[in-house]
Structures are given as C-alpha cells and as structure tokens.
C-alpha cells in the first residue's frame, strides 16, 4: 500500500533552517511528483511546491521563492523539503503529498510539526 | 494566482441532515477541482477530484459538482465521522491553491 512517511518534530530558532524528510513506498516513486504544503496552527492549507523526481524538475511558489529547496534521493525514494531563513510565522505543520490523477492529490504523509522559538 | 473562495465558513447541522459547501474560483479551472476533508490532527484525506468524481473507498454519500468556477460538494445524510474541515485545491495552473476551508460541525 501506497505509505508517505516523514521526519519527527522539530523545534527551531528564528533564522535556522529545517530539512524534513519523507519516505515513499509502496509505489514507483519516479513516476509521481511530490508536494509539500505548509498549515500553520488553526489555518488553512499552503501549496509551497513540488518535485518530479523522474525528471528533477522543481516548481515553488513566489511565496517561498528562495526560502524554499525540494530534493529528492531515488535510490532511498525520499523526497525532502528545506526552508531557511525561519521566523516564528512559519511554525506550523507541513506535509508531503503525492500528486495524483487529474487534480487530485491522493496520498499524503502524517505531518511534520516545525516549531520556531528563541 | 487563481483564489478560491469557500462558503459558508462554519455549518452546524445535525447527524442526517445534509450539507452542501461551496467554493468559488476568481477564474475558470475547467473541472479540476478536487475535495478534502481533514479531522483535527490529521492530514488532508482526497474526496473528490476532477470536480466530481469519488475518490476510491469514499461513501455515496458524498458529491461534487461544478465546472468553470463554481463548485459544490454535498454531503447527503450526515454521519458522526464526517463532522470536520473540508476544503478545495484547484489543479489548473501552478501556483496549485487552496480555499479558505469550510468547517462542519455538529449543532
């Protein structure tokens, strides 16, 4: 069965930078682009962006445009989201996703909750 | 970027009464609009996608409808397990977007 699987919690400080991971399995891996979204506390969703890790093509959004890298490691069908630059707002929990048929977006990991304190 | 509005932002409704959410594009995404519902300290989980049709293992009971920019899901007889947050994400153009959310809860 299709399982996205990602990092412990994490806590950071303003400024510092966060790299949470996700494990895929049960799928080939290559053949469907991962997202990453970002929810923070009580709010709604926020696509950040994706990467297709057959082709290594990545898209983010403007939001997080140059606060943002998504990677992936094909021989361990990881996929990987790091922000830098942490603020406080940016406490929330963030998921990876599978992109799925049509405009779906059909399977996505448990969440990693990233805490940003002094 | 393509907005997604959705409304109402809370119903109170009953076990077996119905509820219908709406969700409105500021411009056309065809039919690709999909439906999640998400419970407190759970990810998303897909509904509906294309606008309407019925992810796999989702009951009967739910529906979308909608093309262009106006969209519903319906939810016909309420059960105790579907009292959540439902929201709607747009495939048509990257930035991919979400609504606001629409929160069902029990009256």
Known sequence: QVQLVQSGAEVKKPGASVKVSCKASGYTFSGYHIHWMRQAPGQGLEWMGWVNPN???TKYAE??????TITWDMSITTAYMELSSL????TAVFYCARDGVGSSIDYWGQGTLVTVSS | EIVLTQSPATLSLSPGESATLSCRA???????LAWYQQKPGQAPRLLIYDASI???GIPARFSGGGSGTDFTLTI???EPEDFAVFYCQHRSTLPLTFGGGT???IK
């Open chain 1, 55 to 57: 082709t290594g093509a």
């Open chain 2, 103 to 105: 929160r069902v809860d």
């Open chain 2, 26 to 32: 500021s411009q056309s995404v065809g039919s690709y």
């Open chain 1, 87 to 90: 603020r406080s707002d940016d």
């Open chain 2, 76 to 78: 016909t007889s309420l």
């Open chain 2, 54 to 56: 019925r992810a796999t």
């Open chain 1, 63 to 68: 939001k997080f445009q140059g606060r943002v």
